[in-house]
Each structure stands twice: as structure tokens, then as C-alpha cells.
């Protein structure tokens, strides 16, 4: 620390300088944004949320629409799943939203909360390699699992050149990049990989955050983006609008059915046909849709996400009016941002458990 | 103290140039680590100039952030959170730093004044996002972030350096004005705040510019106390509000070019900011110190 | 001022006679009241951490500090510090290898080589960059650093000394051990430079000049006279940047990549202490997971307050043998 030992007039002219530039930044903020901003009555109400980055895009799309509509003004931070359970479980938010459905343990932290599923959409293994194209990629599930495994270093492999006869596949190592947060992307995809190998089943295991046996990690879809954006050789796993926003290369992935598919809203949608009857809790899991003509165009990494409120709160009239809108009206503006339209069966289930949320 | 080369060989012999050369090395290397010193900072500060300046725009603080868009936006929440936050954390710190000043140098006997020191010096080397980890737990959790919040943290930060600076002008007011101030009959709680204290104003102001300057580009605390925040630009600190440095951190971690600019932007604010006022402040405080040394 | 009249015993003024002001004891009580609530801030920091990470000091106990895993799957969970501490060890010790030689270069070079004229803005500059915001720094590391070191000083000194398994394959994100190492070591340069330079500057000049009357060179005088005779204060300037280092948070966890292993590549990712707390306590799954972060932090206010306290003690020492009034510097 420096020595002080000045005199009033110097000290008092420094302060004073500090002063006058905060005033002017002030000034200057406030000026700027006079114009911009509605006018807002001192009764406009706000929604604060939290947590996963897979549907933020789609709030994000929501919030300025459902503003003009209703004048309710929805903040929301992207901050993972993980994160937006433990913001809500510890009521520092209005709203908590997860692509991972919470656990028991966490039901019982959260004290009375529910999770209704309001959106649908995809997480997407997407890669970063020179002379490869977009979709140019063919992957198994069972290879994926062992790239993210550490068994295939390289992308020329004979694994992954089997199924890629006609590409030609640089001598380069890979790269792999995953979420360093508790996010549900990850959930998705580990559920997904548990699914179709047992060595990361026993191994790894299926979890919002697990210990990686290799590679880089990013903080949220938008971190794992950077990676791959920024390193030739790199394969990671983000939600799908997040690849389209930042014209990422995304694979083609091999399903139970015997067909490559693309994730794109018809092959979420026949994913999430496979649900029949939604249970209590609303805990769905269409990852790796079963071999079926039904599900023949179906990708296989398809995922709901919720939306996660206590059951009794301050605002559940605003929120439940929120949630009614999302359900319903909110579908149509997820199409562009690969969002599939919620089937049915689950709408009624939404709204049946909406029904339980009062002041 | 060793001994060894206190010898002094002729002047001549080959073993004095062996010593000249080992010397002239040493010399080097000392320029060298210097201008590596400087280079770097240069090299930093430079990679902030040229990337925030192309990137500085009227938008950056008048326009807050729009998520997912690429219409013309900014980060104006940053800009008045961080003034909010600082200006509050400066308000809380800046009175208990000054009493703590006073109790050690006007009143506290020697051992209390050691042991105070010592705990001023002990909070000083506590890791910011252990501080961060202490507000959370004691403030956050079940009730929720805030901009009040935020600013008890950055105030815990800011304090060891208020006091210590403070300690330091208090110590410098010398005792023969106490003792005529006392000897007229004034008590010693007027003589303190009516005739030390004024003494001591510049310094207590340039010790709280440099605190200023030091918590402004803070992130780990402001991480659990204020980070789940809207787009909107508020000045209401009991809501969270969005800080230049988070703002910062999360726009690094992006992908997009366009947030790497905004971000490059901000910091070079930031920078700017504060390597001004910690450069004003140091050249004023060794100008005055040389004036009143030479006195 | 005592009254030449007798004053009667009812009236006599207690306290042996000083005047007793309601605003002498009011100033005293608020000012020793804010003293005294920062002593008890202090410990409530530490009580309220230690708190926080009970849940998994009682589960774990001490074994938390060897175990090498943070596996937050239901049913598997298991957590450890250990991969952290080697992390924090890693990069900090890093840092004061680097660091140390050009801080106590730069403190030789301001007090005996530079000329006057430069003498103080260079102080200034250097000092200027610990003013530099961590986050800006890692801003930087992540954007510019990263990918310069990935892409040219990473391969080069695999090539060079790649038979040390410190220089393993080069990074390919960019995010690695190395890359927070030099982060690490220009935050901690300026601490160590700027106690060194007041260091220098206090050797007694008759001792220097004695020195270099007998014909030594300044190179012979300062290995000599003047780094034994700071030796203790150089010893607490490094454990304070030692202590800075380990706290380091937001910078390093832009940087260094964030995996949980103990491997000796500087080029892989790794994870410190305080880096791990600052990318995953937003979201930790569950109460143990939160309660384990917290007792990483706890580990982390041991070794700072412990390093926080050496220095001190040692420079007390210095201070004392030197016989330098405590605060007095040149």
C-alpha cells in the first residue's frame, strides 16, 4: 500500500475527480436509456429465473413478446441447470429451469416444489474439424461413448472411419470438450451414452455433472461453443440452437432404428412420441428411442426441459399465468430455434400439475 | 553477512575480469527483468486498448444487453450496478474504516493497537471468494441475491485498505497538535474529530480512491452475491445487479465475437478507470510527501 | 489544572481528577465498538466457513484431503480435495520460480541500476500492474494467451525438452496448467517486487558503500551485503505472493481448463482450490457437493491465513532485528 500523506487540496481534488466521473456515467446512462426503455408503472411485476442454458434462448425469445402482452418483465439468467435448481431450492429466484428432471434428494431440498415440462428441444454432438463440413460427420452411439471415454483419440480412428467410408479424416488427435457446470445437457447426453454403453454406464454413470475421463470444460452451451469454435480437432455436446447461432458443425447420429438423423423439429417431435402416459412427477426421458419403424427419423438425443416453482409462493398467480402462456401460445415462437411443439399427452400433464401451484 | 568477493585483487588480473563480466551479466539481467516487468504490462494493456477501443461505443453505456440478438446493444446494467455497488460498499466501508483508524491511533494502548493491526492485516489476506463463500451463507441463502448484498462483500474487501491508510495520515498529524489542542481544554473526543481528523481528509480520500479502484474490478464475491441478474438496466440494490467485471467474466467464456468485443470494450473502461485514478492518486501522495518532507 | 479551593469529597471529579467527557467515552465506545467488530467479522468468516463445510468434514474427515476424485453422480458421489491442492501447489510454485528471480530483478534494477529519471514512473508502472483486474487479466489469458502459447511456446518446448513429462503434449485448447502459471506469476509479480524494492531501499547505505569500498563489484555487493540482509523480508514477500496465488480465483478458472487428475503435464487442464469453488458453486448438485466446496474453501483459509501469518511474524522479526520501528520505511 502506498504511503499517505498528502495534502487536503490534492486529496479532496482526486475525490472529486472519481465523483465527477461516476456523475457522468451516470448521467450519461440514464440519458441513453430514457429513450429506449417503456414506460414502467410502479406496478409492473417481474419474474426472475434461472438455470438451464438449453432453453434460455427461447426465454430470451419469450420475455421482450410476453413484456408487451402482459407487462410482466422476465429476467432470466443462463446459468445452467444445476444452478437453476439450486438458486430455486434456496428461493433466490422466482422460478428455477432444468433440462434434468430433479432427483428425490432434491424434491425434498427444493420443499414443495414441482417440475412441469415446457419445452422440448435437443442436445447435439458437434465438432470442430478441418476439411469436415457440417453433417458431414457419421456417429454410433457406442463410438461417441468411447471418443468421450478417451478410448479414440484420433479422428482417424478405424471406428470412426467405418462409419465415415467416404470422408477423409485428418490424422489429428481429438479434443473433447464438456460442461464444467451442473447442466442438463449433460444429463441428457450421459443418460443417452449410459444408455448405449455399458462401460460408461459402470464407469461414468448418468448425472447432471460427472467426473469426465477426459477433456476441456466450458461454462454453459455458450463455454463448451467457445471451445469447439476455437479448437481444430475438438467434439463436444451443445443444444441445438446454440450449434445454429454460432454455425457450428453438428453430426449426424446413427439411431436404434438403423437411420442417420439430423436434429431438427419432426426428429424431436417423433422422439417424444415415445412417451405414452406421463408419470406423477413428470419425469420423461427420450433419449435413444427404441428400435421401431415408428421412431424411424427419431434423434435420439431429444430432451424436455422444466420449469421448476414451489408449489406455494407470492407470485403463483403471475407465475402461473406465465407458464399458461408458454405452454400454449410460447410453443410457436420455438420453432425457428429448434424447438419442437410439446405433444399432447404432455400439455395435459403440464397443466394438470400447473393446477397445483397456488399463493 | 558473507565474506566471500570482499577481497580486493589487483586491478588488472584476469580474475577481476572474470568478476566485471559476472557483474555486467547480472546487470543485464537485472534491465532485463525490468523491461520484462514493464513489457508485459504493456502488452496487456496495449491488447486492451486496441481491442476495447475499437469496440468503445455510445451503445456500450447507454444500451443494456439483449441475450441471443444481434441488434445494437450494450452493457449499461454493468455500468450502473458497478456504480451502485461500489458506491454503496464505499459508504459502508468508509465509517467503520475511519473509527477503527481512530481507536488504534488515538486511543487503543499498544497491544490493542498491534492485535488490531494484526487483524486488519489477517482480514486483508483473506481470499475473495472466501469472502464471497461467508456472505453467501450468511446473507444469501434463503433470501436471496442483492445489490445490498454484493456491496457487504466488496465492503469487507475494501475495509483493511481504509484503515490502514487512514492509520497511516492519523500517524503522520504530528502529536504537538494534540497536545495544544488538549493543553486549551478541549476534550479529546472534539480534538479527534475537529482538528486531527480535517488534517487527514486528503489522504483519507486518496486511500479510499485506491480502495475504490481496487474492489471496482472485482468478481469472485459479487459471483455469489449478485450474478443471477436481468437484462434491464436498474439502480434498485435490492435486486441483483449486473457489475462490470461479471459482465466481463461471463462475456469471455462466450462464443460469440460480438460479446468478445463488448467485453474487450468494458475492461478497457474499466482499465482505464482505474489505472487512472491508482496513477493520479500515487503521483499526488509522492508529490505531497516530497513537499512536506522538504518542509 | 488542579483549583487551589478545597473541594468538597461529593463534588471531586472520579477518574483521579481528569475531566471526563460523555463524548470521550462515546468516541472511545464507537470507535473501539467498530475495532471490535472487525475483529469479530474476522472470526465469524472462519466460523461461518468452517459451518458451511461441516456436513462434509463429518463425512469425509481428513481423508477428504488425500482423496483424488469429485464425482457428484447419485449413488457414486465422492469428493476430494486432492486433485485441487495439486493443482493450487502446481501453479503457485510455478509462479514463484518465474516470479521470484525477475521480482527481485526488478527491485535491484529500481534501486541500484536505474537511472534517477525513470526511477519512479517504472516503480509506478510496476505497481500498476497489480491494479490490473483479475478478470481482465483472464480476459486476456483466455483470448490472447491461450492461443499464442497453444499455438507457438507450447509445441517449441515439447519439442525442445519433451523427455521431462512436465512438458507433455501440447495443449490443444489452449486452457492448460502453463497457461494459468503465467497468469498467476504476472499478479503476483508486482506484490514481490514492490516489498523487495522496500527492502533494498532500507540496507543501511554505510553497509553498501563498505562493501563496495573494499573493491567489490555491485553484483559481489548485492549477493553479499544486501539480499542476506533482506533475506527474512524476501522470505515474507514470497509467502505473501504465495498467498496471493493461492487465492487467485477468477483468472485461473478462465484458464486452466477445469479437470480433476493429478498428472505431471503442464500442458493438460488442471484445477486449484479456489478455481473449482468459482466454476461449480453456483450449481452444485447437491447439499454434499456444496458443503465439499466449502471445505476446499476452508483448506484455501488455512493456507492463506497461514501464510498470512508467517509473513507477518517473519517480518516482525526482520523488523526487530534490524531494529526499524514497526511501519518505518525509507
Known amino acids: ?359 | 553477512m558473507s565474506a566471500s568477493g570482499l577481497t580486493a585483487p589487483g586491478f588488472h588480473s584476469k580474475g577481476m575480469r572474470r568478476r566485471r563480466v559476472v557483474n555486467f551479466v547480472m546487470e543485464l539481467l537485472a534491465w532485463g527483468a525490468a523491461a520484462i516487468a514493464v513489457g508485459v504490462l504493456a502488452v496487456v494493456v496495449f491488447a486492451v486498448a486496441r481491442r476495447g477501443w475499437s469496440a468503445l461505443n455510445t451503445d456500450l453505456l447507454t444500451k443494456p444487453p439483449i441475450p441471443f440478438s444481434t441488434a445494437p446493444q450494450g452493457l449499461a446494467n454493468a455500468f450502473a450496478g458497478t456504480i451502485v455497488i461500489v458506491g454503496i460498499a464505499t459508504l459502508m466501508a468508509l465509517p467503520i474504516g475511519i473509527l477503527v483508524a481512530v481507536y488504534v491511533n488515538e486511543f487503543a494502548p499498544a497491544s490493542i493497537r498491534n492485535g488490531v493491526t494484526m487483524v486488519l492485516d489477517i482480514l486483508n489476506g483473506i481470499p475473495a471468494i472466501v469472502i464471497g463463500i461467508f456472505v453467501y451463507g450468511l446473507l444469501v441463502v434463503g433470501s436471496g441475491q442483492s445489490g445490498f448484498k454484493g456491496a457487504f462483500a466488496l465492503a469487507i474487501l475494501m475495509l483493511p485498505f481504509v484503515a490502514r491508510s487512514t492509520m497511516e495520515v492519523l500517524a503522520l498529524v504530528p502529536n504537538s497538535l494534540r497536545e495544544a489542542s488538549l493543553g486549551l481544554g478541549i476534550p479529546h473526543w472534539r480534538t479527534t474529530l475537529s482538528i486531527v481528523l480535517p488534517q487527514t481528509i486528503g489522504g483519507i480520500v486518496t486511500g479510499t480512491v485506491l480502495a475504490v479502484a481496487r474492489v471496482a474490478g472485482e468478481t469472485a464475491p459479487l459471483l455469489f452475491t449478485s450474478s443471477l441478474v436481468g437484462n434491464q438496466t436498474s439502480w434498485n440494490p435490492t435486486q441483483p445487479l449486473q457489475t462490470v467485471p461479471v459482465a466481463i467474466f461471463e462475456l469471455s467464456e462466450s462464443p460469440d465475437p460480438a460479446d468478445h468485443a463488448r467485453a474487450w470494450a468494458a475492461a478497457f473502461i474499466l482499465l482505464m478507470f482505474i489505472l487512472v485514478t491508482s496513477l493520479t492518486a500515487r503521483w499526488l501522495a509522492n508529490r505531497s510527501r516530497s513537499k512536506i518532507a522538504g518542509r | 489544572m488542579t483549583s487551589v479551593d478545597a473541594t468538597p469529597e461529593a463534588t471531586r471529579r472520579p477518574f483521579g481528577g481528569r475531566r471526563v467527557r460523555f463524548g470521550d467515552i462515546g468516541l472511545q465506545l464507537i470507535a473501539g465498538g467498530a475495532a471490535l467488530a472487525v475483529t469479530i467479522l474476522v472470526v465469524l468468516i472462519v466460523w461461518k466457513v468452517v459451518q458451511g463445510a461441516k456436513p462434509a468434514i463429518e463425512k469425509y474427515g481428513l481423508s477428504f484431503i488425500t482423496t483424488v476424485a469429485w464425482n457428484p453422480v447419485i449413488g457414486r458421489e465422492l469428493y476430494g480435495a486432492g486433485s485441487f491442492l495439486f493443482g493450487t501447489a502446481v501453479t503457485s510454485i510455478f509462479a514463484l520460480i518465474l516470479a521470484t528471480p525477475l521480482a527481485i530483478g526488478i527491485a535491484l534494477f529500481l534501486t541500484e541500476l536505474a537511472p534517477k529519471a525513470i526511477r519512479a514512473p517504472i516503480t509506478a508502472l510496476v505497481e500498476t500492474l497489480a491494479a490490473i483486474p483479475s478478470v481482465v487479466i483472464g480476459l486476456w489469458g483466455i483470448l490472447v494467451l491461450g492461443p499464442i502459447l497453444r499455438t507457438t511456446i507450447e509445441p517449441w518446448l515439447h519439442d525442445v525438452l519433451g523427455f521431462i513429462p512436465l512438458f507433455g503434449p501440447p495443449s490443444e485448447a489452449g486452457a492448460s496448467v502453463f497457461t494459468a502459471g503465467i497468469v498467476l506469476t504476472i499478479m503476483i509479480l508486482p506484490i514481490v517486487s514492490s516489498i523487495s524494492r522496500e527492502l533494498f531501499l532500507g540496507v543501511p547505505s554505510d553497509l553498501k558503500e563498505g562493501a563496495l569500498a573494499l573493491g567489490t563489484t555491485r553484483w559481489e555487493m548485492v549477493r553479499g551485503v544486501m539480499i542476506p540482509y533482506s533475506s527474512g523480508g524476501i522470505a515474507a514477500a514470497l509467502i505473501l505472493g504465495l498467498g496471493r496465488a493461492l487465492g487467485e480465483a477468477i483468472a485461473v478458472t478462465q484458464v486452466i481448463g477445469g479437470s480433476v487428475s493429478i498428472q505431471w503435464n503442464l500442458f493438460a487442464t488442471g484445477d486449484s482450490l479456489a478455481s473449482k469453488i468459482a466454476a461449480s458453486y453456483q450449481g452444485a448438485t447437491s447439499n454434499l457437493e456444496a458443503s465439499s466446496l466449502i471445505y476446499l474453501g476452508v483448506i484455501l483459509l488455512v493456507f492463506s491465513l497461514v501464510a498470512n501469518i508467517l509473513a507477518q511474524w517473519i517480518v516482525r522479526r526482520t523488523a526487530r532485528k534490524h531494529g526499524i520501528v514497526r511501519g518505518g520505511h525509507a
Open chain 1, 1 to 359: 500500500m502506498p504511503k499517505i500523506g498528502i495534502s487536503r487540496k490534492f486529496g479532496l481534488a482526486i475525490g472529486t475527480m472519481v465523483a465527477l466521473a461516476a456523475v457522468a456515467v451516470v448521467a450519461f446512462i440514464v440519458a441513453g436509456s430514457a429513450g429506449a426503455s417503456p414506460r414502467r408503472t410502479a406496478a409492473t411485476a417481474t419474474l426472475n429465473g434461472a438455470g438451464s442454458s438449453l432453453v434460455a434462448p427461447l426465454v430470451a425469445t419469450w420475455s421482450p413478446v410476453y413484456d408487451a402482452a402482459t407487462g410482466v418483465h422476465v429476467n432470466y439468467s443462463s446459468v445452467g441447470s444445476g444452478a437453476g435448481i439450486a438458486a430455486i431450492t434456496a428461493r433466490t429466484v422466482d422460478f428455477g429451469a432444468s433440462d434434468a428432471p430433479l432427483s428425490p434428494d432434491q424434491f425434498t431440498a427444493c420443499k414443495g416444489c414441482v417440475q412441469i415440462p415446457w419445452a422440448l428441444s435437443a442436445t447435439v454432438p458437434t465438432y470442430n474439424i478441418p476439411g469436415v463440413g457440417d453433417t458431414r460427420l457419421h456417429l454410433s452411439g457406442p463410438v461417441l461413448a468411447d471418443i468421450f471415454l478417451g478410448l479414440i483419440k484420433k479422428w482417424n480412428d478405424p471406428a470412426i472411419k467405418k462409419l465415415n467410408p467416404k470422408l477423409s479424416l485428418p490424422d489429428m488427435s481429438i479434443t473433447v470438450a464438456h460442461r464444467s457446470d451442473g447442466s442438463g445437457d449433460t444429463f441428457a447426453f450421459t443418460d443417452y451414452l449410459s444408455k448405449v454403453s455399458g462401460t460408461w454406464r459402470t464407469k461414468v454413470g448418468n448425472n447432471t455433472a460427472v467426473d469426465w475421463p477426459v477433456g476441456v470444460g466450458g461454462k454453459g452451451n455458450a463455454g463448451v461453443a467457445a471451445i469447439i469454435k476455437s479448437t481444430p480437432g475438438c467434439i463436444g455436446y451443445i443444444s441445438v440452437a446454440y450449434v445454429l447461432q454460432n454455425h457450428l458443425s453438428k453430426a449426424r447420429m446413427l439411431n436404434a432404428a438403423g437411420k442417420y438423423t439430423l436434429p431438427g423439429v419432426a426428429q424431436i417431435e417423433n422422439a417424444a412420441q415415445t412417451v405414452k402416459k406421463v408419470p406423477a412427477n413428470n419425469q420423461m426421458s427420450i433419449v435413444d428411442p427404441p428400435r421401431s419403424k415408428k421412431y424411424a427419423v427419431a434423434w435420439p438425443l431429444s430432451t424436455f426441459t422444466y420449469i421448476i416453482v414451489p408449489t406455494t409462493s407470492a407470485k403463483a398467480s403471475v407465475l402461473r399465468k406465465f407458464i399458461f402462456w408458454a405452454l400454449t401460445a410460447g410453443q410457436s415462437y420455438g420453432r425457428k430455434l429448434v424447438f419442437a411443439p410439446i405433444p399432447k399427452v404432455v400439455l395435459v400433464a403440464a397443466e394438470k400439475t400447473l393446477g397445483k401451484i397456488h399463493s
